[in-house]
């Protein structure tokens, strides 16, 4: 009973084998309950069954060429409004618009490139998940290398109010939640990248330094271009194809991808981590996309191999396993 | 000497992202508000010139962000 008692079994439940009681009931390796009370053999089971789904959505080179050509697309034109709108061959107001939406956009298809979903380690793809990665965040004013080393820190230390670089961005509600975005990217902030400085001058390695130095050419080029373009008569251009789109689109992802997947950022452990939440759309195809898949983000912290475009997919597949480990499925 | 050099380098660097808001402030948010006003066809008070008026904003503010670590 001791056994029972320490995997969380209530005083009076049934117990996992009762030989005294040989029959087919009792010979379950558990109930199967709320996720509570699994015995090893039940979550290698889960584990194997999880593991099997996931397999067919994870990331080949030939589906992420989408990634590539959108990235690539994606940042030539927007280079292009620069000369187009200052030459006012363009309007500066749609360019602006589609400036943000590329801003936003910019952290998944670097997100990919981050978990070297687009080119692995070694193959011959490798190059266009290094440009994918090095081409999708400079808008943002936010380099690769920084990019996908907090990212990753994300993930193995994942709600951890010291070590979780994304720790700064939880706030009590949505609304505080967006306001937080902006509060956090002020100059004497802790939070967003002025947090990731200080976490990769703790981290101290040669790749933490060369983010740092990444980090602070970025910085100090786009200051050039913005103070270079602003005093040539070119500043509203520069706000609206560069500065703004960085705001709007860094307080987007910051409470898309990392607010409203782990809030309240209380769970630690593989299945509570995240949470499957649902937008004010509900069920509908428009929630998805403005979360920009998130809804789903617990597929992608089980499976980071499974790309953006797929784990919606993956999650209705895995959902009877995951309700199993305990997962609140209900929202979706 | 190397050791030195990129010390005094890195030195100059932090001390330059510590006044970058002030920087902003002249060197960007001023013409950006003289640039919006000529757009929307205003008239800097006082008799100044648009971007005079726009440096009378635009310094100020980057100096209260520099000093106070927040732009408002």
Known sequence: MDRIDDIGMRTGETALYDPVRDDAETRLAIPLRAGDGLDKH?????????QRIAKKYMSTPQQMRIYTVITVGCFLAWLSFFPLTMLDILPVWPCFIASCVFAAGGYIT????????????????????????????????????MARMMHLHHHYHCNHPENDPDYTDEAPSAFKAWIKTWLNRQPGADGS?????RV????????????????????????????TMAWSGFAIEAAL?????????????????SWAPHHPRDGHGRYENTRVFRTWFGKTWVGHWMSMGMQYHIVHHLYPGIPNHRTKYAYYELKPV???RGVDCSAL | MVYNTLSAMQSFLKKLFFVMPFLFGIGFIAPLIAQSMAEFGWEAPWGLSLIAFGLLI???????ATVRGRWV
């Open chain 1, 42 to 50: 039940t979550r290698l089971q889960l584990r194997k069954e999880e």
């Open chain 1, 110 to 145: 670097s997100h990919e490139a981050m978990h070297d979903n687009i080119g692995r380690r070694g193959t011959k793809y490798r190059f266009w998940n290094e440009l994918v990665g090095e081409i999708s965040t400079i808008i943002l004013i936010f380099p690769f290398s």
């Open chain 1, 193 to 197: 990248i002025h947090h990731y400085k």
């Open chain 1, 200 to 227: 990769l001058e703790r981290i101290g390695t040669k790749g933490a330094q060369k983010a740092l130095r990444d980090t602070m050419m970025l910085q100090l080029f786009s200051m050039a271009v913005f103070f």
């Open chain 1, 241 to 257: 194809l560069w500065w703004l789109p960085r705001h709007i689109g860094l307080s987007y992802i910051r409470f898309w991808l």
């Open chain 1, 322 to 324: 995951l309700e199993k």
């Open chain 2, 58 to 64: 635009g310094a100020p503010w980057g100096l209260y």
